[in-house]
């Protein structure tokens, strides 16, 4: 009997270890174990168990084993040593998960090893110091017969405990002013008992959460229900659903109650959600609900918290997961279904190796688990979409927002009149101040969104024309007046405001352009007794300040909220009737052919942050292009499906995804000569070994073409299918690996074409 192991030594490949007999009973794929390797003994992970005879092996055989393992160098069987010890006996991961970790690091490209650290927490592979398992006192009751009678002291003690029900041994001395000897002595003679338990450290505790129950469905909420009712009932292998509804039109308590189902049979779900959104408001909706079997995952938690949690969940504690892209990874015990919120949202892909696309990993991880999996948005992207539209993937419909509440009257303001009226370009239309003092009047709130932080986008001298840019990007300095410095916004660098200008010396330097500090100023100069607030990544780099500043808003303790599109994504403010895009064309002038789907969809979510309750609200859109297409969908009534089906008519032309896939390559250097050439050498490799069907496009530097110090150049290529583009690719590689002095990155499906 040999197992192949997974080691974090960095060796890009599994190694085989024969199982002595007196473990063999024992041994299950995914359970971490210690292994000798070279001279040292190192942790590693069971990725296959095969029983003798070259059988079967218990993962990874479905989803192409021997495809991975020609990837990273096949398995070494001479001599086999033996495996040590068995760390845990239970699996760190469920066979569906190996497989799942197989399928991406070939979808993705990407190493082994990295993909187990994106599935693996780090503050699970290392718990040494993290893991804060403390000892836990608890009186024996009744009292054994046998036991010793208590001193006065010890018996004061215990009378204690018992009234506290039990406590950590580092808490209870302090609070029965005792030494932890008497503790020790109730031990000895058999009164408590003290035993290791893992502390939870709860990343709810700070938060008051109060229990809701199921609202009555509207009749949109319970047909959508009900299909997600019946897709949960079938066995077996199922469609992914799209639940297409609009803004406001009540998604999340239909995912409440679609839980609440798998929970009555047992079953465990995973709600992704953008890491942006996952907010208070958002976290009390589910824990509410569920209460202490809900786990929330999220990149502020610390180590122990993570610790905690993955625990919690992997020992069917918790049910219920609620966390950013990385929750698809969560070791749910009895998964019934995978939610993926806000499905459109970028934030789901990774930009780091392993790129992966958390909602395609969810529709994979549905697969193989044999669960349901359900993609919620009001503006879907167009790769799920296509899918509803040739049949891969189910739809329920929920058109018409809760209550019969209306949708947002929207209206575009055409700033190109506006700066022929008033003789230069202006931050607010007339039509939008005026729309700013009726809320002020009527107390009701109000949202501006701009996608732009800073104060100036660029720091321009009027005589020579010099603009301030970074020496290290392709960028300009943005000018932020907070700390009066200019700053980049790729890698972080500042510098003072020059007194003059650098090239002709000339004193007067001109701003142009604005973000969101420049809004508030402005607004504060229009609006003097408004009190306004502004949430950008400027402000919100403390852990909480992004919490605060929204239950300060929530609260009615603020007026008016200025944001970039942080503030776009599934926030629910009742008192919120306005909203303004000040500048919808920021995301249109994107060089990306996504740049159109992407406006819809911004301008679509931020549109629908506005009159979600009672009162009715109103949307202005201030653009240099009211014609284009993207606009004039997210402001007309008939919305997503028209230009869904015109976007997609000019993706099938160009042969854009998703009719085909694409894979970005992106080469870095130092030195742009060697790297233009290099790179110019692998477009012509590629093109020369790519089969019929596949585009290979020319070498060209990125949009951003250079990034703190590296300059940035890409090839582009288009096929059918991804692995037709992995095999060109790992042809000319093999052939030609990338030298020390360029780096290579892939990203398959690529969003961000930068
Ligand atoms: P979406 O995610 O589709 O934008 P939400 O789930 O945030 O919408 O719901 C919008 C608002 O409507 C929320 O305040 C929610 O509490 C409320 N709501 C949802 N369903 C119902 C219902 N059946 N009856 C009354 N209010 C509801
Ligand atoms: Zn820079």
Redesign the pocket.
């Known amino acids: 009997m040999t197992v192949s192991v997974l080691t974090e030594t960095g060796a890009g490949k599994l190694f085989d270890y024969a199982v002595p007999p007196e473990l063999a009973a024992r041994v299950k794929p995914g359970q971490r174990v210690r292994v000798p390797f070279g001279s040292r003994m190192v942790t590693g992970y069971i990725a296959s168990v095969e029983r003798g005879g070259g059988a079967s092996k218990d993962a990874g055989d479905e989803v192409g084993v021997p495809a991975q393992l020609s990837l990273f160098g096949g398995v070494e069987t001479p001599s086999l040593r033996p495996l040590a010890t068995i760390e845990d006996e239970v699996p760190f991961f469920s066979p569906a998960l190996l497989k799942l970790a197989f399928w991406m690091a070939q979808y993705f490209f990407a190493p082994l090893e990295s993909v187990f650290r994106c599935i693996l927490p780090a503050a699970v592979r290392n718990p040494g110091a993290k893991a804060r398992v403390q000892l836990y006192v608890e009186a024996v009751q009744p009292p054994p017969p046998d036991a010793e009678a208590p001193t006065p002291k010890q018996a004061e003690v215990l009378a204690g405990i018992v009234r506290v029900g039990g406590g950590w041994l580092t808490a209870l001395p302090k609070e029965f002013s005792c030494s932890e000897g008497v503790i020790r002595a109730l031990e000895k003679k058999k009164l408590v008992t003290i035993e290791p338990l893992q502390r939870r450290r709860d990343p709810l505790a700070r938060r008051k959460v109060l229990p809701t129950t199921p609202?009555?469905?509207?009749p949109e909420?319970a047909g959508a229900l009900a299909q997600i009712r019946e897709v949960l009932d079938t066995p077996g292998k199922r469609k992914p659903l799209l639940l297409f509804?609009?803004?406001?039109?009540?998604?999340?308590?239909?995912y409440l109650q679609a839980i609440a189902h798998i929970l009555s049979r047992g079953g465990g779900a995973i709600v992704m959600v953008p890491e942006i959104s996952l907010t208070p408001q958002t976290v009390q909706?589910f824990a509410g609900r569920f209460g202490s079997c809900v786990a929330v995952l999220h990149s502020a938690l610390s180590d122990g918290e993570r610790f905690d949690e993955w625990h919690r969940i992997r020992t069917g504690e918790a049910k219920v997961v609620v966390g950013p892209r990385s929750a698809v990874f969560a070791p749910v015990q009895r998964l019934g279904m995978i939610i993926v919120?806000e499905e459109h949202e970028p934030s789901y892909k990774q930009e780091d190796v392993p790129r992966y696309n958390g909602r395609d990993v969810a529709v994979v991880r549905a697969h193989l688990e044999g669960c349901a999996v359900v993609l919620?948005s009001?503006t879907p992207c167009m790769e799920t979409w296509h899918n509803v539209a040739v049949g891969k993937y189910a739809i329920a419909k929920?058109r018409s927002?809760?209550?019969g509440r209306p949708m947002p009257a929207v209206n575009v303001v055409d700033m190109r009149l506006e700066t022929a009226r008033t003789g230069h370009a202006q931050i607010f239309s007339g039509d939008l101040l005026e729309a700013l003092k009726l809320r002020l009047e009527r107390g009701q709130q109000s949202i501006l969104f701009l996608n732009r932080r800073g104060y100036a986008t660029s720091l321009t001298c009027p005589k020579c024309g010099y603009t301030a840019e970074c020496g290290d990007c392709s960028v300009a300095y943005t000018y932020h007046r907070a700390d009066d410095c200019l700053r980049c916004h790729i890698c972080g660098a500042w510098k003072p405001v020059p007194a003059r200008c650098p090239e002709c010396g000339d004193p007067a330097f001109r701003y142009s352009g604005f973000g969101t500090q420049r809004v508030e100023l402005a607004l504060q100069k229009c609006f003097p007794g408004a009190r306004i607030l502004r949430m950008d990544a400027d402000v919100t780099a403390r852990k909480h300040s992004h919490d605060e500043i929204l239950s300060v808003f929530r609260a009615g303790r603020a007026d008016i909220l200025i944001g970039t599109q942080m503030i776009a994504k599934?926030l629910?403010f009742?008192n919120v009737t306005l909203v303004g895009v000040l500048m919808a064309d920021t995301s249109l002038n994107l060089p990306d052919f996504r740049a159109g789907e992407r406006t819809y969809q911004l301008l679509a979510q931020v549109s629908?942050r506005a009159g979600?309750?009672e009162l009715p609200g109103e949307v202005f859109i201030q653009t240099y292009a009211p014609g284009h297409p993207a606009v004039r969908a997210a402001a007309g009534d008939d919305g997503f499906e028209p230009f869904a089906s015109q976007e997609l008519a000019e993706r099938a032309e160009g042969r854009y995804p998703p009719y085909e896939h694409l894979t970005c390559l992106t080469f870095k250097g130092r030195d742009e000569d060697k790297l233009r050439l290099t790179t110019a050498r692998y477009a012509a490799e590629l093109k020369a070994a790519a089969a019929p069907g596949i585009r290979v496009s020319d070498a060209v530097p990125c949009n951003l073409s250079k990034a703190k110090g590296y300059f940035r150049y890409q090839v582009i290529l288009f096929a059918p299918s991804s692995r037709a583009i992995l095999n060109v690719l790992q042809s000319v590689l093999a052939r030609f690996p990338v030298q020390n002095d360029v780096s290579l990155s892939v990203d398959v499906d690529a969003l961000n074409l930068g």
């Open positions: 609202l009555p469905l509207t909420q509804g609009v803004t406001g039109s009540g998604k999340t308590e239909v909706r919120d919620g009001a929920m927002r809760v209550a599934g629910d009742p629908g979600r309750a």
